[in-house]
């Protein structure tokens, strides 16, 4: 039986889908585990679990001082708060239904705004003083990701200047001569870290960092200019990152720059979509982490080979935060057998405090050994584990479909059965656009085909046997649900002979009696007691039609 498929039936009496084949952002386009990884071992959520509180943690952090900051590694003396781990801590206050501390973070930080429009790579939680002076692409870009968000989902525009100010600065990094190679790139910044010269370097994860800023803000302007500017800045970051470091199936840590790193591979499909504009499989960089980047290492003497993934396929530590993207990413693209694994096995590591560690080995340096064995419990971790367990893409406000925003009361839920490959949609996204044409129709009716194809998904997913001789005269094999309403019909529930009504639409009576025949089959017991004063005690649903 399809892994928690059954749950997914109960939404399905008010949520109404569009069927299909799974599209490719729902298949699962890695290899197989081998047998030094076997998610199977320890499938589904373990106890360890249970005591992991990311909110909780991130709540408790921001209050621990009244600058409305987040201390990003709790340990360090100097109480050090990076702009990035604002920004998450931000989107997860917001997604987790904490506006409030979303905003302490926001206005802190439009305060600290400089005249430019950017920010410093860190302050003190402390006194919001500067504690890195770097100007860094990537966390600038992040922060107008996290206003993004939050104003999508809260429909609260109070900070779109402060994100239009920081895009104003993120657009004078852009390489504007379409003679270089980097053309449509963002540079690194100004005074990044040991790099002497930041503006002639391009990393790619700045280039995931800037489209979702980008486009997402594209969306939210009413700027019709910006918009246009925008839209276009987005198409150009997403031909660069396509024609100068991806590689098949990874992508390079930056331009002329071979080095695969982690965030380049996880960041790419959550930021980009499954597939680019000339078919690229970016899910496929999914399978080349795996293969190159995991490590097997004792966090303690109680706590032994935990399996999880480091920076880049040369160092021996585990990266916490990555390995929680990874597990994200997993989630959100039909793998929750490696999504359950790899979140399991960082839980295995929470800390007294009910944190994650930002990153270890089993060198003995002590825990403030960054970046190899920092093991304070870090904001990061905590809020990348969030987005694992919430099944939730941090690089999207509308994650899926156009026309189901944030605040649709039946959002959670349409993410959940997409997220399971049980619907794909009504239109599919252009992959060559920045534009979000992925559309849903919340509101259109069902047919009873495709009643058969998201009961039968829910159950098996696309992989299951069936009778090959049709039943029914208006269900040829040729017909786009065919395998869904034979195999409706091999499970008994549906029990109608001759024709099917295929294309007819279902009702609600119907769509009761084929879930709960789908979870319980025909001997069940039920309260006697009407609930509704339309279905008497002596009603008959038939789920033909019109009989």
Same mark, same amino acid.
């Given at each position: 039986?399809r892994k928690?498929?059954?749950?997914?039936?109960?939404?399905?009496?008010? #949520?109404?889908?569009?069927?299909g084949t799974a599209?490719?952002a729902q298949?699962?386009?890695?290899?197989?585990?081998?047998?030094?990884?076997?998610?199977?071992?320890n499938?589904?959520?373990?106890?360890?679990?249970?005591?992991?509180?990311?909110?909780g943690?991130?709540?408790?952090?921001?209050? $621990?001082f009244?600058?409305?900051?987040v201390?990003?590694?709790?340990?360090f003396?100097?109480?050090r708060?990076?702009?990035?781990?604002q920004a998450?801590?931000?989107?997860?206050f917001t997604?987790?239904?904490?506006?409030a501390r979303?905003?302490?973070?926001f206005d $802190?930080?439009?305060?600290?705004?400089?005249?430019?429009?950017?920010?410093r790579?860190?302050y003190?939680?402390?006194?919001?003083d500067?504690?890195?002076?770097?100007?860094?692409t990537?966390? #600038?870009?992040w922060?107008v990701?996290?206003i993004?968000?939050?104003?999508?989902?809260?429909?609260?525009?109070?900070?779109?200047?402060?994100?239009?100010k920081?895009?104003s600065?993120?657009e004078?990094?852009?390489?504007?001569?379409?003679?270089?190679g980097?053309?449509g790139?963002?540079?690194?910044?100004?005074?990044?870290w040991n790099i002497?010269?930041?503006?002639?370097h391009?990393?790619?994860?700045?280039?995931?960092d800037?489209?979702s800023?980008f486009?997402?803000?594209?969306?939210?302007?009413?700027?019709?200019n910006?918009?246009?500017r925008?839209?276009?800045?987005a198409?150009?970051i997403?031909s660069?990152?396509?024609?100068?470091?991806?590689?098949?199936?990874?992508?390079?840590?930056?331009f002329?720059d071979?080095?695969?790193?982690?965030?380049a591979?996880?960041w790419a499909? +959550?930021?980009?979509?499954?597939t680019?504009?000339?078919g690229?499989?970016?899910?496929?960089?999914?399978?080349?982490?795996?293969?190159?980047?995991?490590?097997?290492?004792?966090?303690s003497?109680?706590v032994?080979?935990?399996?999880?993934?480091?920076?880049?396929?040369?160092?021996d530590t585990?990266?916490?935060?990555?390995?929680?993207?990874?597990?994200?990413?997993y989630?959100?693209f039909g793998?929750?057998? $490696?999504?359950?694994?790899?979140?399991?096995? +960082?839980?295995?590591?929470?800390?007294?405090?009910?944190?994650?560690?930002?990153s270890?080995?089993?060198s003995?340096?002590?825990?403030?050994?960054?970046?190899l064995?920092?093991?304070?419990?870090?904001?990061?971790?905590?809020?990348?584990?969030?987005?694992a367990?919430?099944k939730?893409?941090?690089?999207?406000?509308?994650?899926?479909?156009?026309?189901?925003p944030?605040?649709y009361?039946?959002?959670?839920? #349409?993410?959940?059965i997409?997220?399971?490959?049980i619907t +794909?949609?009504?239109?599919?996204?252009d992959?060559s656009t920045?534009?979000?044409?992925?559309?849903?129709?919340p509101e259109?009716?069902?047919? $009873?085909g495709?009643?058969?194809?998201?009961i039968?998904?829910?159950?098996?997913?696309?992989?299951?046997?069936?009778?090959?001789?049709?039943?029914?005269?208006?269900?040829p094999?040729?017909?786009?649900?065919?395998?869904?309403?034979?195999?409706?019909r091999d499970?008994g529930?549906?029990a109608?002979?001759?024709?099917?009504?295929?294309?007819?639409?279902?009702?609600?009576?119907?769509m009761?009696?084929f879930?709960?025949?789908?979870k319980?089959?025909?001997?069940f017991?039920?309260?006697?007691?009407?609930y509704?004063s339309?279905?008497p005690?002596?009603?008959?649903?038939s789920?033909?039609?019109?009989?």
């Amino acid at each position: 039986m399809r892994k928690n498929g059954f749950k997914f039936l109960f939404f399905l009496t008010s #949520i109404f889908l569009f069927s299909g084949t799974a599209s490719a952002a729902q298949q699962v386009l890695y290899d197989p585990l081998d047998s030094a990884g076997t998610v199977t071992a320890n499938g589904g959520l373990t106890d360890s679990v249970s005591s992991v509180d990311p909110i909780g943690w991130l709540s408790n952090n921001q209050d $621990r001082f009244s600058t409305g900051l987040v201390e990003s590694q709790v340990g360090f003396a100097d109480h050090r708060a990076f702009t990035y781990d604002q920004a998450i801590s931000a989107i997860a206050f917001t997604k987790s239904g904490d506006a409030a501390r979303a905003r302490r973070i926001f206005d $802190r930080m439009a305060a600290l705004q400089e005249s430019l429009g950017y920010w410093r790579s860190a302050y003190y939680a402390s006194t919001a003083d500067v504690w890195e002076w770097n100007i860094d692409t990537g966390p #600038i870009a992040w922060m107008v990701t996290a206003i993004n968000y939050y104003e999508a989902k809260e429909n609260d525009s109070r900070y779109a200047p402060v994100a239009e100010k920081a895009i104003s600065w993120l657009e004078t990094r852009i390489d504007s001569n379409p003679t270089h190679g980097t053309y449509g790139a963002l540079n690194l910044g100004e005074n990044f870290w040991n790099i002497p010269d930041p503006e002639n370097h391009y990393g790619t994860e700045h280039q995931f960092d800037a489209y979702s800023a980008f486009k997402n803000r594209a969306i939210l302007t009413t700027n019709d200019n910006l918009k246009t500017r925008l839209n276009s800045e987005a198409r150009n970051i997403l031909s660069y990152l396509v024609r100068a470091v991806w590689k098949g199936d990874h992508f390079e840590r930056g331009f002329d720059d071979p080095e695969v790193w982690l965030d380049a591979q996880s960041w790419a499909p +959550m930021a980009l979509g499954a597939t680019g504009p000339n078919g690229e499989n970016f899910v496929s960089a999914l399978n080349y982490a795996y293969d190159n980047m995991r490590r097997t290492i004792d966090y303690s003497s109680d706590v032994r080979s935990v399996n999880g993934f480091s920076y880049n396929n040369y160092q021996d530590t585990i990266w916490v935060e990555g390995t929680l993207q990874m597990a994200a990413v997993y989630y959100l693209f039909g793998d929750s057998e $490696r999504g359950d694994y790899f979140r399991n096995e +960082m839980a295995r590591t929470v800390r007294s405090d009910g944190g994650l560690p930002y990153s270890f080995d089993d060198s003995g340096t002590g825990e403030d050994n960054w970046p190899l064995n920092l093991r304070y419990s870090a904001v990061s971790s905590a809020a990348w584990y969030y987005f694992a367990k919430e099944k939730f893409n941090p690089f999207e406000i509308n994650n899926l479909f156009s026309d189901v925003p944030i605040d649709y009361w039946a959002y959670d839920y #349409i993410t959940a059965i997409y997220n399971d490959g049980i619907t +794909m949609g009504c239109a599919q996204d252009d992959p060559s656009t920045p534009e979000n044409e992925r559309r849903y129709c919340p509101e259109d009716n069902v047919t $009873r085909g495709q009643m058969a194809a998201f009961i039968i998904r829910a159950k098996y997913g696309e992989d299951f046997s069936y009778t090959a001789t049709p039943y029914f005269t208006d269900v040829p094999s040729t017909n786009t649900f065919f395998k869904y309403v034979q195999k409706l019909r091999d499970d008994g529930i549906t029990a109608v002979s001759g024709t099917y009504a295929v294309d007819s639409y279902v009702t609600r009576g119907q769509m009761a009696a084929f879930i709960i025949r789908a979870k319980h089959g025909e001997n069940f017991s039920y309260t006697t007691t009407p609930y509704f004063s339309d279905v008497p005690l002596c009603a008959i649903i038939s789920e033909t039609l019109p009989t």
